[in-house]
T-cell receptor, first 113, second 110 residues
Framework: SQTIHQWPATLVQPVGSPLSLECTVE??????LYWYRQAAGRGLQLLFY??????ISSEVPQNLSASRPQDRQFILSSKKLLLSDSGFYLC????????????FGDGTRLSIL | GQNIDQPTEMTATEGAIVQINCTYQ??????LFWYQQHAGEAPTFLSY??LDGLEEKGRFSSFLSRSKGYSYLLLKELQMKDSASYLC???????????WGAGTKLIIKP
């Protein structure tokens, strides 16, 4: 069966510091991968998605970036965090195809001080 | 444009039945997903509808009417552990994207 690992679970970072969140998927090949952010009491905002190695689509212009160096690895980064980057970050995977559900990692709660 | 409309909050009694409605407007449509999200946790997949009608899965059922842009999630024999937010997410027909509503917070009382 497939599993998704996302770490760290919580992170407290000062404004202006860099960020790296990592997500890996096991048990499947060539999954679609997604990064979301969820503000408190709000819906999920899609940040990036990837349909293959090196293929990243950005949905929201901001100071975040994503990379997919390996088939089942997805990394969310920032060179310089802003206060507005605080939130609950979720990585998800799905099989290819429009009708496939997305399955989420446990999430990272990011607080910027 | 894109729009999802769900009630913000609902309250129900343990053992009862509750129906959570969702209306949506999207530029394309490839089915609709329902997810459950407990406070502080990640969403988990509940159901997917692409054809009109009712899909039953244990205590949970989901209904879709494409012509009306309407779906509902029906929860039977409510348990305390069903207290969570329920997210309605239609799939547009491009870029594998789901359109996420803010969700309905369901509170179960004993």
């Amino acid at each position: 069966s497939q599993t998704i690992h996302q770490w760290p679970a919580t992170l407290v970072q000062p404004v202006g510091s860099p960020l790296s969140l990592e997500c890996t998927v096991e048990g499947t090949s060539n999954p679609n991968l997604y990064w979301y952010r969820q503000a408190a009491g709000r819906g999920l905002q899609l940040l990036f998605y990837s349909v293959g190695i090196g293929q990243i689509s950005s949905e929201v212009p901001q100071n975040l970036s994503a990379s997919r160096p390996q088939d089942r690895q997805f990394i969310l980064s920032s060179k310089k965090l802003l206060l507005s980057d605080s939130g609950f970050y979720l990585c998800a995977w799905s099989l290819t195809g429009y009708t496939q559900p997305q399955h989420f990692g446990d999430g990272t709660r990011l607080s910027i001080l | 444009g894109q729009n999802i409309d769900q009630p913000t909050e609902m309250t129900a009694t343990e053992g009862a039945i509750v129906q959570i409605n969702c209306t949506y407007q999207t530029s394309g449509f490839n089915g609709l997903f329902w997810y459950q999200q407990h406070a502080g946790e990640a969403p988990t997949f509940l159901s997917y509808n692409v054809l009109d009608g009712l899909e039953e899965k244990g205590r949970f059922s989901s209904f879709l009417s494409r012509s009306k842009g309407y779906s509902y999630l029906l929860l039977k024999e409510l348990q305390m552990k069903d207290s969570a937010s329920y997210l309605c997410a239609p799939a547009e027909d491009s870029n594998y994207q789901l359109i996420w509503g803010a969700g309905t917070k369901l509170i179960i009382k004993p």
